[in-house]
């Protein structure tokens, strides 16, 4: 099973994380651009931020054999913050980076005037740099949410293909599926999406413009949650071909659409003695 995650937070992860998502058959990833749990307070501390989705953590996920790339974006909850606003006026610089397949995370935290402001305006820049966008969906209200973007994103001119939705459920997936986006579901362990609830809707809706992801990050959370996913679906009857379709195929296709995918094979799984501005995965005496 080979497996594409589009969505995962690696910079929240541990180099285990990265051995355990290899032997599971991940070679290539997503990383969005989102909150951190703890506020930033300028646009600095987003810049090295990003500085280190398009380095460190791209030399550090190739250590262990997968592809990684990121999505650029002021996220919603830090959109509230006036001392982050000047990040939209940087963005630019980062969306043209090789590795940036999107911009993302946008869209609702808490349904404010200025996250409308920000995921309007992020939306624009995606039109001008011809990128895909990935939606975040606010946690509350989700319904209403779910509703609201998808009016920004008819608004913005963008066309639906080029957009995914991101944590839905049932009370929102044919709302997506209906505007011509691509519909993004993130399985928790206990919030969100289990992989048996994501069978049940891929019976109802099909294997065609969807991303399963894990969406792991500091919470309490699974990277192998894909595996898991594939392995529901060929225990429903989904063929090889079906999984592969949903965990590489789609994602591929998605984020196909910015040119910018990096998918050929790394020579080695195992770290080397390469380093990234004399840092290496390594760490304690070798022997």
């Keep these: 099973m080979r497996i594409f995650d589009p969505h995962i937070h690696m910079t929240s992860r541990t180099t285990d994380d990265y051995e355990q998502m290899y032997a599971a058959g991940v070679r290539a990833l997503v990383e969005p651009a989102f909150w951190l749990g703890q506020p930033r307070t300028s646009v600095g501390s987003f810049t090295d931020y990003f500085d280190g989705l398009i380095g460190w953590e791209r030399f550090r996920a190739a250590q262990f054999g997968i592809r990684h790339h990121c999505t650029i974006a002021l996220n919603p909850k830090e959109a509230n913050d006036p001392r982050c606003a000047e990040v939209l006026e940087v963005l630019p610089r980062y969306l043209a980076k090789d590795g940036v397949v ?43 949410g779910t509703k609201r973007t998808l009016d920004v994103v008819r608004e913005s001119g963008i066309a639906p293909e080029l957009v995914v ?13 209906d505007a011509g986006c691509w519909m993004g579901f993130s399985i928790y362990p206990d919030t969100k999406m289990d992989e048996h609830r994501m069978v049940t809707i891929l019976k109802e809706h099909g294997t065609q413009r969807v991303l399963v992801n894990s969406a792991a990050d500091w919470g309490r959370s699974d990277p192998l949650k894909t595996l898991r996913t594939g392995e529901a679906m060929l225990a429903a009857g989904y063929t090889e071909s079906d999984v592969d379709t949903v965990l590489w195929g789609n994602p ?7 040119g910018k995918l990096m998918l050929d094979p790394l020579e080695s799984a195992q770290p080397g003695g390469e380093t990234f501005e004399g840092n290496s995965v390594l760490r304690g005496a070798r022997t």
Excluded: C
């Excluded at 404010?112 to 309007?120: D, G, R, V």
């Design 102 to 144: 999107a911009v993302g995370e946008v869209g609702y935290d808490s349904m404010t005037e200025a996250e409308e402001k920000a995921f309007a305006q992020q939306l624009t820049l995606a039109i001008e740099h011809e990128l895909p966008v990935l939606v975040h969906t606010p946690h509350r209200d989700k319904l209403a």
């Design 252 to 258: 591929v296709e998605f984020y196909g659409q910015s």
């Design 165 to 177: 939705v991101d944590h839905l459920n049932e009370l929102t997936v044919g709302l997506v599926a």
